[in-house]
Structure formats: structure tokens, C-alpha cells
């Protein structure tokens, strides 16, 4: 079992930055792959970035360039840096956690982002 507790989400004006953290604890051993997800009112949850025990990352189109994840393996951390927020960067950001033998994802409770004048 995987706990993932998110933090640092709320209302920025557009163009501003917000940090948001999510720590793991639990059987973080098995933990290969940690991400951010978000899904916005009537819309489907999307990936927004990932990163591998390795360091790899992937990031949506939409937020190449803006948004930055990053892991603090020390404290079972992973980070979404985002800057440039647009309004349509609003929505529930989710963080998750994948283990690969077996496969299985847990997630967060998620944090709520708003990015509004």
C-alpha cells in the first residue's frame, strides 16, 4: 500500500507560478513511476507530467516549457513546479504513484488549482 498526500494547490491571477508537493509513504519501495494528473469540470482526467525512479519525464503538450516535475527521493516528494498559469491550466491536480510487478496506480486526494483574475 501507497499513501500519497498532496499539497500547495489554489487561486493564482494568470501568468503566476504555484508549487505543489505530494508525499509518499507507505510501500514507497515498489513506487517506479510518480505523476501529476488534473481533470477539469467535465473533462477527463489527463496526465500532465511524470517522472521514473530513473529521473525520465514526460510532459503533456499543453504544459512543455510552463510546468517542471521533479522527485526528492530523500523525502518521498515529488514536486510540480508551474509557472505561466493560464485559466485553463485550472483544475483537481492529482498526484499518483505506479508500481510495475504487480502494475497498480494509487492517487491522491487531489488539490484544487484555480487560475482566475
Known amino acids: 500500500q501507497v499513501q500519497l498526500v498532496e499539497s500547495g494547490g489554489g487561486l493564482v491571477q494568470p501568468g503566476g507560478s504555484l508549487r505543489l508537493s505530494c508525499a509518499a509513504s507507505g510501500s514507497i519501495f515498489s513506487i517506479y513511476t510518480k505523476g501529476w494528473y488534473r481533470q477539469a469540470p467535465g473533462k477527463q482526467r489527463e496526465l500532465v507530467a511524470a517522472i521514473t525512479r530513473g529521473g525520465s519525464t514526460n510532459y503533456a503538450d499543453s504544459v512543455k516549457g510552463r510546468f517542471t516535475i521533479s522527485r526528492d527521493d530523500a523525502k518521498n516528494t515529488v514536486y510540480l513546479q508551474m509557472n505561466s498559469l493560464k485559466p485553463e491550466d485550472t483544475a483537481v491536480y492529482y498526484c499518483?504513484?505506479?508500481?510495475?510487478?504487480?502494475?497498480?496506480?494509487?492517487w491522491g486526494q487531489g488539490t484544487q488549482v484555480t487560475v482566475s483574475s
Open positions: 499518483s504513484a505506479d508500481t510495475t510487478v504487480p502494475f497498480y496506480r494509487y
